[in-house]
């Protein structure tokens, strides 16, 4: 029968600290990084965006929610309005 206590095979009291912390590093590692991934998903109000709203509908909604200014508002919705040009085709 082996006996681990006389081949030396056991871990030290030292390897378990370090085994310990480590894994408590990992773990808290792994929450930050979760942590970051759901904040980059958000707005930075801290609500989510709505899925599947038009840019003229989140635009009305930060003008009501107070995020930019009515003259700000008028600008980005003259920019929105604005017909698009089609690209130059260069040998027409």
Excluded: C
């Excluded at 206590?5 to 378990?16: L, S």
Aim: proline share 8%; hydrophobic share 40%.
């Amino acid at each position: 029968m082996m006996d681990w206590g006389e081949r030396g095979e056991h871990m030290t009291t030292g390897g378990w600290i370090f085994m310990v912390l480590g894994m408590l590093f990992l773990i808290a590692l792994l929450v930050i990084l979760v942590m970051w991934i759901v904040s980059q998903q958000r707005r930075p109000d801290g609500r989510p965006t709505p899925p599947g709203i038009s840019a003229r509908e989140a635009l009305d909604h930060r003008l009501v929610s107070g995020e930019i200014t009515t003259d700000q508002y008028d600008q980005l919705r003259n920019k929105l309005d604005e017909p698009r040009s089609p690209p130059d085709a260069a040998g027409d």
